[in-house]
């Protein structure tokens, strides 16, 4: 392997070999940036545990983010001769490594030829100063590493760090070096002011029956529930759980108020609906949306059939539709309507989602009302023929996520 460094002696030692910290003090104040990265494998189900947050210490991949970051603010405090600098930059980046044979999603790491999995991690630290920023970034990917090992070695003590190692540094009397073999993807990774750049997924096969490869409408599961039962909440964490599983999810939004506006006050879409058009499109190269006013709400079902583009829809609302649906009771009742959330149940019910409380007092309603059943109907009443949905812990998103990908599958 050839060397690239631009002389010979070391930096830390003086003429006499003893250690030093090197005096930067005449050196010119130049923008500097350091990208570094690790990687730490595990059992499959180690990385499923991860990817659908169910390790008990809690979200593994937060974890290692803000970990990463505050070891590299705190890197000249474990590596004795490095300098305190004060970071511009640190941003930690964590993308799980596909399995062998597959085509990886958008936000994955491609498959290793050993066909192992797990995460890699990317450490990008920024400063402005005399000093280099290296050892920051390598601090940081190392960080994050050992903090997925602490967050899931009670589950898997054989994991290892590998590959920690510098992909690339600018700035400084030395200029720009990188790696020989890095990704392309580090360009983007390292730019300070780079604009987002357009994500072209690649072509994966659909995890899911139906999808993009059929030209149908996916299959849709809708979410239902009264004002303020966290409908919301609980469908933005399933469709990132989903996502974070390689599924291309869509989404509907039932507004449940009459008429609203275009994009924002002031953009070139709303101008052109508040002249009078009645009709918006808007077109990029990588997007598109409409907008019109209609006379009469136009059906899910219309809607849905232009969802061709996607794996699976989630649908929030829509209670009347007939979709596959999950109710969403965080309380039971709708407080400012008085509405009870045991009334939409009904045969499309998949599941409850709800806490232990409402639970049980659904049980016991549920039960109240077969008994009565059986009475007005002079026949033996027996619990065990009362039929409910399964009930999910609404706290737990991954479960839910988890639920909703195993019906899926079912669809089609």
């Not at 309380?331 to 008085?338: A, L, N, P």
């Not at 109240?368 to 059986?374: G, P, Q, T, V």
Request: hydrophobic share 40%; glycine share 8%.
């Amino acid at each position: 392997m050839q060397r690239d460094a631009y002389r010979d002696e070391l930096t830390h030692v003086d003429e006499h070999g003893d250690v030093r910290m090197v005096d930067v003090g005449e050196k010119a104040v130049t923008q500097r940036l350091a990208l570094a990265e690790g990687s730490i494998l595990m059992h499959p189900e180690t990385q499923a545990m991860v990817l659908e947050d169910r390790a008990k210490k809690g979200d593994v991949l937060a974890c290692a983010r803000v970990a990463g970051i505050m070891a590299s603010k705190r890197t000249s405090d474990l590596i004795p001769m490095c300098h305190p600098l004060n970071i511009t930059k640190a941003k930690i980046e964590i993308e799980p490594i596909a399995a062998s044979g597959s085509t990886p999603a958008h936000g994955w790491a491609p498959a290793r030829e050993d066909g192992r999995v797990g995460f890699r991690v990317l450490a990008t630290c920024g400063v402005t100063g005399v000093t280099g920023i290296e050892m920051e970034a390598l601090t940081a990917a190392s960080t994050a590493c050992l903090t997925i090992y602490d967050m899931c070695k009670a589950a898997d003590r054989g994991m290892e760090i590998v590959d920690v190692r510098l992909l690339r540094k600018e700035g400084g009397r030395s200029g720009l070096w990188e790696r020989g073999d890095m990704g392309a993807e580090s360009d983007d990774a390292l730019a300070l002011d780079a604009p987002d750049a357009a994500i072209e997924e690649p072509p994966a096969p659909s995890p899911l029956p139906g999808g993009p490869n059929t030209g149908e409408p996916a299959p849709a599961i809708a979410f239902v529930g009264y004002q303020n039962s966290g409908k919301t909440t609980l469908v933005e964490k399933v469709i990132s759980r989903l996502s974070q599983r390689g599924v291309r999810v869509g989404s509907v939004k039932h507004h449940g108020h009459k008429g609203f506006e275009i994009d924002q006050p002031g953009k070139d879409s709303w101008r052109h609906a508040q002249a009078g058009s009645r009709h918006v499109g808007l077109i990029s190269p990588d997007a598109y949306a409409e907008y019109a006013r209609t006379k009469d709400e136009v059906p899910i079902t219309d809607m849905l059939t232009r969802y061709t583009d996607v794996d699976a829809v989630i649908v929030e609302g829509y209670k009347a539709a007939g979709l596959p649906s999950i109710v969403v009771a965080r309380s039971g009742i709708d407080r400012m309507r008085g509405r009870d959330s045991f009334a939409l149940i009904d045969e499309n019910t998949l599941a409850v989602a709800c806490n232990d409380v409402v639970a049980r007092d659904f049980r016991t309603r549920a039960v109240k009302a077969a008994r009565a059943a059986a009475e007005d109907a002079d026949r033996a009443f027996d619990e065990a023929e009362v039929e409910l949905p399964p009930f999910l812990d609404i706290n737990d998103s991954a479960a839910i996520a988890s639920f909703v990908y195993d019906h899926l599958q079912k669809m089609k």
